[in-house]
Each structure stands twice: as structure tokens, then as C-alpha cells.
């Protein structure tokens, strides 16, 4: 079945700095892609996403890049803040609706000022 | 605003009882899933949805069933729980053919 390998599961970044999150998915069928936050007792809510048919997206401080042909996509924020610190999670759907979703197992983000 | 809300935010079960986790949503939604999220393992899916009455599994639905008797409503059942399935459950939302998923504020589960 689908797999999402995501890389690395910790990042400590100093404000303003950029921060990187690349993630590799296994099923080549995979047509959506979206980068969920989560905040410390809150429930994940979705920062940015792509679709196969498109190689970059941007919003604001962040943006998602996609290569379809290595088949891995990666979640950069530039300038990055202290309200930036949470985990990330990637995703890749895997049903031709591209609606059902697998993680990564997450990215613990850390910005410190 | 869409809004996922789930029947409890803390749940102690024995081990063996039988376990029901409601989750309804107020935007007429298809797709509804349930997922568990551990430490370390992200979020995975257990069970999804895409309309009244259809279920497919997802990545571990062993020792859950699901139960979508109405739009509005996704029923996760733990026929006979067990210590393994402590955890947190977080209930999801989407339009057909939007990605976006709209989780609700998670029910954490405790099975002694």
C-alpha cells in the first residue's frame, strides 16, 4: 500500500531563519499532496497543498514543491517565527478521488527567538 | 465554518467493554474518516467514508468497525477493547472532491 516517508521528525531553527520538511511518497497514482500543522493541544488543520499537475505552490512564508518524477515534495517557511513551532505533517492521497489521506509520522518544529 | 465535533474529549474504557466514539460535522459533508494518532506514528487512518451507509478501510482497521447511518454522522466502535488501543482519535471531514480535511478536537481514549 501507499507509504509516506518524512523527514526529519525534529527541527530546531532560530527566528528567521528557513526551514525545510521533505517527504517521499511510494504510489505514482498519488494526485494531492497537503501540509497540515498542529499546534500543542490542538487539532491538525491544513497549512498549504498541491496537486500532481502543479510543481510549486506559494502562500505568504510558505511553500510546497513537488516532484512528481522522484516522487517527493518538501514544505519550506522562510522567516520563520515563534508561532511557527508545532509538528507538520505531510500527506499523500492514495484512492483516485485523491481524498483519503496517509501521513508522515511528523515533524516537530521548533523556532526559537 | 465547518465545524467537526466529537462526543468526548477524555473516555476511560476496561478492558473488553465495547467502545462508541461519535463524530458529527454541520457542512454536509461525503467524506468522513477516523484516524488514531500516537507518538512518533502520526496520524493513521482507520476507517473512511464517502457516503451513507459505505465503508472502506484504511491503513489499521483491525479491532474497530465503523458505522454511517446518517450524512452527518461517522460511528467508530471497538467491538472489545484493549490496552493497544489507547490513544488519541481524531474524526475528519471533507467535500467530495476537495482535499481538505476538517478534524475535529480528537477524543483520547484510555483502555486499562
Known amino acids: 500500500g501507499e507509504n509516506v516517508e518524512q523527514h526529519p521528525s525534529t527541527l530546531s531553527v532560530q527566528e528567521g531563519d528557513s526551514a525545510v520538511i521533505k517527504c517521499t511518497y511510494s504510489d505514482s497514482a498519488s494526485n494531492y499532496f497537503p501540509w497540515y500543522k498542529q499546534e500543542l493541544g490542538k487539532r491538525p488543520q491544513l497549512i498549504i497543498d498541491i496537486r500532481s499537475n502543479v510543481g510549486e505552490k506559494k502562500d505568504q512564508r510558505i511553500a510546497v514543491t513537488l516532484n512528481k518524477t522522484a516522487k517527493h515534495f518538501s514544505l519550506h517557511i522562510t522567516e520563520t517565527q515563534p508561532e511557527d513551532s508545532a509538528v507538520y505533517f505531510c500527506a499523500a492521497s492514495f484512492n483516485q478521488a485523491g481524498t483519503a489521506l496517509i501521513f508522515g509520522k511528523g515533524t516537530t518544529l521548533s523556532v526559537s527567538s | 465554518d465547518v465545524k467537526v465535533t466529537q462526543s468526548s474529549r477524555y473516555l476511560v474504557k476496561r478492558t473488553g467493554e465495547k467502545v462508541f466514539l461519535e463524530c458529527v460535522q454541520d457542512m454536509d459533508h461525503e467524506n468522513m474518516f477516523w484516524y488514531r494518532q500516537d507518538p512518533g506514528l502520526g496520524l493513521r487512518l482507520i476507517y473512511f467514508?464517502?457516503?451513507?451507509?459505505?465503508?472502506e478501510k484504511g491503513d489499521i482497521p483491525e479491532g474497530y468497525s465503523v458505522s454511517r447511518e446518517k450524512k452527518e454522522r461517522f460511528s467508530l466502535i471497538l467491538e472489545s477493547a484493549s490496552t493497544n488501543q489507547t490513544s488519541m482519535y481524531l474524526c475528519?471531514?471533507?467535500?467530495?472532491?476537495?482535499?481538505?480535511?476538517?478534524f475535529g478536537p480528537g477524543t483520547r481514549l484510555t483502555v486499562t
Open positions: 475528519a471531514s471533507s467535500l467530495m472532491g476537495q482535499g481538505e480535511q476538517y
Open positions: 467514508s464517502y457516503d451513507v451507509k459505505m465503508k
